[in-house]
């Protein structure tokens, strides 16, 4: 059974930075895009980036330039390193794992990040 569990949320003011860790539990970690989604208060869901087992990125836009998508196979962690932050940034963060084979997907509980103006 895969779990994963976010660290590393918090209230920033804008510009500061945050990096979200995603501990995967389970086996096969390679096997899976991990990825990370938010979601702001009244509105949906969003992806905010993935990353294949061999380091292919790919980014919203509004992230670009900002954001950073890393995993470590090794240690079965992804992450995400969060500069520039914006109050618009502000949203409940989601670690996301899809089994590439299977297409089983997989959510962490959240972490909040908020970033005061």
């Known amino acids: 059974q895969v779990q994963l569990v976010e660290s590393g949320g918090g209230l920033v003011q804008a510009g500061g930075s945050l990096r979200l860790s995603c501990t995967f539990s389970?086996?096969?970690?390679?096997?899976?895009?991990m990825g990370w989604y938010r979601q702001a208060p009244g509105k949906q869901r969003e992806l905010v980036a993935d990353?294949?087992?061999?380091?292919?990125?790919n980014y919203v836009d509004s992230v670009k330039g900002r954001f950073t998508i890393s995993r470590d196979n090794a240690k079965k962690m992804a992450y995400l390193q969060m500069n520039s932050l914006k109050p618009e940034d502000t949203a409940v963060y989601y670690c996301?794992?899809?089994?590439?084979?299977?297409?089983?997907?997989?959510w962490g509980q959240g972490t909040q990040v908020t970033v005061s103006s």
């Open positions: 996301h794992g899809l089994q590439l084979r299977t297409h089983m997907n997989y």
């Open positions: 990353i294949t087992a061999g380091g292919i990125t």
């Open positions: 389970g086996s096969s970690f390679t096997a899976y895009l």
